[in-house]
C-alpha cells in the first residue's frame, strides 16, 4: 500500500512552528518591505509569502474582491497574468460568503473543498485555512488562504488563523493605499475617456472654480470628522459636479440675464444628466461622483432638486458639496450676476443654515471659513487668467 504520509516525510522532512522571536522578525521583515511597495501585484505577493511563513504552509494566496465581476484575482508571480476565480468558488469563496473563517484538516471528506483542482495540478490538498479579510471601514476585501500545514501535526490550528490575521491587520493599510493609487490611475482614464466621449467641457466657469469647490469639500468632510481617504475621494470626485451642464444648450447655459421658468427647468436637468453618465461606472471615485451630481442642488428642507430629498436622505456628500458649490458661485462673477461680497454671503449662509444647507455642514464652513478663504485666495480666478 502507498503511503502518502510517509512519503511526505522522507521528501520533505517536517518544518517546525516559528518560536515567537522568530515570528517577531519574520513580521518585522516583511511589513518594512510591504510598507515600501507601491504596486498591489507586489504587495499580493509578499503577503502571501507572509502568510505562508507565519503559519508554516506549504502555500498561500492572498485573493482580492474584484466588485465590479464578482470575481476574486490574486498574482502569484511575476510576468505571469493575474489568477481569477469566481467569488464563490471552492474553501474560499464559503469564507468570503459566509464571512467565516474555515480550518479544514481533511480537505478530501469536506465537501467545500472540490478535488478537481487537485486532479488538474496534480497536487495533493490536504490542510486548508481560509479566511476573509477587511478594509478599515469594515468592508469586505478578500481573502487569506493556506494550503498544507508542514509540520509533524499536518494539521493547521486556531493559532494559525490567528497569525494570518495579524498579518492582515500589519499589512493591510499599504495594500489599501496602493489600490487607491490604481484606482486613481484607472479613474484617471476612465475620466479621459468620459469627457473625450461627451466633447469639450463648455461650461466657462468650470477652470478654478471646480479646483475650489473640491478643495472646499475637502475642507468640510475633515469638520465633519471623516477620515483622510473618504475627504480625499470627495476632493477627487466633487469636481465632477457639474458635469450634466454639457447637456445644456449655450443658449441657456450662457445666457447674461436671468432665467425663464421654463430655461430654469432645462438648467436644473445638469443634475440628473450628471447622474446617468457617471452613475454606471464600478469606480469608487465615479460612483462619487455620480452622488454628487445627482444631489449637490438638493436642500436641507426639501426644496431642492431633482428629487426634492431632505435632510439626511441628502447623502452627506452632497450636503458637502451643496455648500462649497454655492459659496463658490456666490464669491464669483457669473454672465448673469457679479460676485458677491463676502459679508453679504456670509449673512445669507446664516439664514439658510437648516433651509438650504444642512446645520453641521454649516457649522463646519464656519469653525473652518479661514482655511477657506485661503484656498479661495490660492485659486483665485485672476490668478488663473494671469498664469
Ligand atoms: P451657478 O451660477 O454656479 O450657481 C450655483 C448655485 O449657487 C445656484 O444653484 C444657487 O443655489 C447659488 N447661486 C448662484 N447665484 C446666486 C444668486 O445670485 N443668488 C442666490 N441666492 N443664489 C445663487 P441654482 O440656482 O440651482 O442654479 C444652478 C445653475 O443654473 C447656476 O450655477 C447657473 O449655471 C444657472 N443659473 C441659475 N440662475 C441663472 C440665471 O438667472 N441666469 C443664467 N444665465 N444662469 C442661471
Ligand atoms: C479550494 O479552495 O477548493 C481549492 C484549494 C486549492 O487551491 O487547492
Ligand atoms: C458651476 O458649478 O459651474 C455652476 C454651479 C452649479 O450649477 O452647480
Ligand atoms: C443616487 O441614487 O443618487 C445615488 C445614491 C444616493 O442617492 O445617495
Ligand atoms: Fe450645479
Ligand atoms: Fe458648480
Redesign the pocket.
Known amino acids: 500500500m502507498h503511503d502518502y504520509n510517509d512519503e511526505f516525510e522522507k521528501k520533505l522532512s517536517y518544518k517546525e512552528e516559528l518560536r515567537p522571536e522568530q515570528m517577531l522578525k519574520v513580521i518585522f521583515d516583511f511589513v518594512a518591505r510591504i510598507s515600501n511597495e507601491k504596486e498591489v501585484d507586489r504587495i499580493l505577493m509578499l503577503m502571501a509569502d507572509l502568510g505562508r511563513e507565519l503559519v508554516v504552509a506549504d502555500r498561500c494566496t492572498l485573493w482580492l474582491l474584484d466588485e465590479g465581476s464578482g470575481e476574486l484575482w490574486t498574482k502569484v508571480a511575476h510576468g505571469i497574468p493575474p489568477i481569477r476565480i469566481p467569488s464563490d468558488a471552492g474553501v474560499v469563496g464559503h469564507a468570503i460568503k459566509g464571512g467565516e473563517e474555515i480550518i479544514i484538516n481533511d480537505a478530501y471528506s469536506d465537501d467545500r473543498f472540490n478535488p478537481e483542482v487537485d486532479k488538474k495540478t496534480g497536487y495533493h490538498t490536504r490542510n486548508i485555512i481560509a479566511l476573509p479579510i477587511y478594509n478599515n471601514e469594515g468592508e469586505l476585501m478578500g481573502a487569506y488562504q493556506a494550503i498544507n500545514k508542514m509540520t509533524r501535526e499536518a494539521a493547521f490550528n486556531q493559532q494559525d488563523l490567528e497569525h494570518l490575521k495579524l498579518a492582515a491587520t500589519y499589512s493591510g493599510n499599504a495594500l489599501e493605499s496602493a489600490m487607491l493609487h490604481q484606482e486613481i490611475e484607472d479613474t484617471q482614464k476612465e475620466i479621459i475617456f468620459t469627457m473625450a466621449e461627451v466633447g469639450e467641457s463648455r ?1 466657462k ?1 468650470t477652470g478654478n ?1 471646480v479646483k475650489r469647490v473640491a478643495e472646499y469639500s475637502r475642507i468640510l468632510a475633515l469638520g465633519l470628522g471623516m477620515d483622510e481617504a473618504e475627504a480625499e475621494l470627495l476632493r477627487m470626485a466633487s469636481p465632477m459636479h ?1 458635469i450634466g ?1 454639457i447637456g445644456i444648450p449655450d443658449a ?8 425663464t421658468d421654463e ?2 427647468e432645462i ?2 436637468s ?1 443634475a440628473a444628466v450628471g447622474y446617468q453618465m457617471l452613475k454606471n461606472s464600478r469606480r469608487r471615485i465615479l460612483k462619487t461622483a455620480a452622488i454628487v451630481a445627482h444631489e449637490h ?1 438638493e436642500k436641507w428642507n426639501g426644496r ?2 431633482p428629487r426634492g430629498l431632505k435632510g439626511e436622505e441628502i447623502h452627506t456628500f452632497g450636503r458637502i458639496t451643496a455648500i462649497a ?2 459659496f ?3 464669491g ?1 462673477d ?4 457679479k460676485a ?1 461680497p463676502l459679508e453679504k454671503i456670509l449673512n ?1 449662509f446664516k439664514e439658510e443654515r437648516g433651509e ?1 444647507f444642512d446645520p453641521k455642514v454649516c457649522d463646519a464652513f464656519f469653525e473652518r471659513l479661514d482655511a477657506i478663504l485661503e484656498i479661495r485666495d490660492r485659486f483665485s480666478d485672476a490668478c488663473e487668467e494671469t498664469a
Open positions: 461650461s466657469e472654480h457639474d451642464k441657456v447655459l450662457k445666457k447674461p440675464g436671468k432665467l430655461e430654469f438648467m436644473k445638469h442642488h431642492g432638486y458649490d454655492v463658490d458661485a456666490l464669483s457669473r454672465v448673469y450676476k458677491w445669507l438650504h
